[in-house]
């Protein structure tokens, strides 16, 4: 089964095309995200409770968790896949730093 997800990195180009199930999915999950985001917004303004403001920050956060991790996978799966196929080793060392990164 042929890959069609293909990351772009020659010359300095960062693109990756992605197929349009997994570029609904990532923005149906940064649209939930950004609808909780102003409902924080709202609650800050409304002067919610603290604990209740809290608790809606942490459901944000973990779903921004769950949206890296799906985007994570898939960069493995793709970009990087595709990449060592082609022989650039030093993919290994990217993804090393980017998930140091996520996981400060």
Known sequence: MENKM?????????RKHREQD???AL???????????RG????VEKEAYCTDILTQVSAIRS???AFSRELLASHIRTC???GLQRGE?????ELVHTVEKMTK
């Not at 293909?6 to 960062?14: A, I, L, V």
């Not at 923005?27 to 995200?33: A, D, G, Q, T, Y």
């Not at 924080?40 to 609650?43: A, D, K, L, N, T």
Request: hydrophobic share 35%.
């Open 6 to 14: 293909t990351c772009c990195q020659p010359e300095g180009c960062r």
């Open 22 to 24: 997994e570029y609904e």
């Open 27 to 37: 923005l149906k999950r940064l649209s939930r995200i950004e609808g909780q985001v």
């Open 40 to 43: 924080v917004r709202g609650m």
């Open 63 to 65: 779903a921004l968790n």
């Open 80 to 82: 990087v896949a595709d």
């Open 89 to 93: 080793v030093e993919l290994i060392d």
